[in-house]
């Protein structure tokens, strides 16, 4: 069994983003820059937009943080969103989810211009890489591509099961996987909460990518013998034992499934991380379009 | 065996189409008016824009067919979609594809107003289909779905096996009947020239969508008894004893599937007029969304 190692492979990613940042400033250029909106104080949302400051930082990014009052309204929101899309200073920036409920964040989505969208969520880009087109492929699913990519993983005619059918991670993937190239060029299932019978379909598979959000739902006879597994879980659970109170759960029981596997990800430390440079690859690639498009 | 008749069923639908147009013009409002754009002189094409503006007319639409010469340029097709979308009489327009050689087909494509694009062709619009969002869905698996709901073909939790992962069939098909809603909630596999032992993913299939342009290609012994079988195949194969001078096979050995099948389209007289009758829906609902956004 090899451990996907997304640490590992994110930094690596890194050192050749904050590589190309150099020669780009060395030629004159000005720093990718990416903001990202936080409205509110939602633990997890803070813990993650921390996460992709952070990331700017060691990739050589500017990077700004418009930290918003939960009691922001949708007009408001808007009003930033539409500054940001005519920042010339701005390559690309994300709105943070979710947002307060009294925001509709579909409007908020669809307002992000698809230029700046390195998130991948409007519609625009959702048809685009459905369509196999160049685009902004959202990070979770940018991510486990770089990942199979990364360890050689031989994804051609394999079947691939996809548990969830998320607009952000289930459903990208299942088209990813699917397409022609490598990796890709898969027979993909997806499944989700109204299947039947979830492991007739596990059992069978090559590739198990795991995105239902439920803590250790892929046990260990689920899956054959040499699959690949790839955990996108990440349940907070309480535990008094932590420091923090809890610890992050993925998808797969890892004890169980393990063993059995040829490749899977470890629970912190696989698809999270992947996930945070994928954003930072895909701020590069709007910098370049950006200046392409000059 | 229950024959999916996409005849009849159509029919009833462009009866209500009439009616509400009837009531439209009876409020005095104007006429739904679709607009086909066909480049050249392929055969094929010709038949198809010629069925619809037949319907056009059976539903009581205006209908105009731009006819273009195969060295039409395509800065001149760019013109004329422009101008399209910006006539306020019309409420929707298609491009007929293929184009000529010479012309790029997306840009053409991205060119389309997308509340104009009844072909739900434009990357807005598939990326809408793909998360959800009511939009234009692509007329062949609009019509498929709506042949399901006439049939009350219960398909939630059901193993949905699409064969064939094409732009405007395979792909918008595993998306819609993935989704929550009736019909929909499928366990979807896609399957591909790539797949690897495709009789083994149909055998457990309890409703398989061919979409792969291989005459004939789904046997008798590829199909578990039972199944629902909706057959998008249509291919001209040479045929002297025809007055034509050939027949269209669809992609299912229909004599052999057609007893094991709980329900199956014929070939013609199946998919093809639901997807013409759904080009009509989408034309109907420009027109009523134009109308709202006035």
């Known amino acids: 069994m ?41 633990g997890a949302s803070k813990t993650y937009v921390a ?4 990331a700017c930082g060691e990739v050589g990014f500017n990077s700004t943080v418009l930290r918003l009052p939960e009691e922001t309204t949708e007009a408001e929101l808007l009003k930033e969103v ?21 925001i509709n964040e579909q409007r908020i989505i669809e307002a992000v211009d698809p230029s700046k969208d390195v998130d991948g969520f409007h519609p625009v ?17 940018f991510g486990i591509m770089e990942l199979l990519k990364a360890y050689n993983i031989d994804t051609k005619g394999k079947h ?23 990796p890709g060029d898969c027979t993909v299932t997806i499944c989700h909460s109204r299947t039947q019978d979830i492991a007739s379909y596990t059992r069978s598979a090559d590739i198990i990518v795991a995105a239902l959000g439920v803590p250790e739902f892929l046990k260990g006879d689920m899956v054959k013998d040499g699959a690949v597994i790839v955990d996108v879980g990440i349940t907070r659970v309480p535990d008094e034992t932590r420091p923090k109170g809890y610890r992050i759960v993925g998808d797969v029981a890892f004890d169980e499934v393990a063993p059995k596997a040829s490749y899977i990800t470890p629970v912190p430390g696989g698809v999270g991380p992947m996930t945070i440079v994928s954003l930072m690859k895909n701020t590069l690639q709007a910098a370049q379009w950006r200046k392409q498009a000059e």
Do not use: Y
């Open 51 to 54: 996460a992709k400051e952070k």
């Open 82 to 102: 539409d500054r940001l899309n005519h920042d010339d200073d701005v390559d690309g920036f994300i709105v943070q989810l979710p947002l307060p409920k009294h």
């Open 2 to 42: 090899v451990l996907l190692d997304g640490k590992t492979t994110s930094a690596a990613i890194k050192q050749q983003i904050a590589k190309q940042v150099e020669e780009l400033v060395a030629n004159g250029e000005k720093r990718p820059h990416l903001v990202a909106i936080l409205v509110g104080d939602n």
């Open 160 to 182: 691939c099961v996809v548990l969830g059918r998320s607009n952000i991670v289930g459903r990208p993937m299942a088209n990813l996987l699917s397409q022609k190239g490598n």
């Open 125 to 141: 880009n959702v048809g685009k890489l459905s369509l196999g087109l160049p685009t902004f492929v959202s990070a979770t699913p």
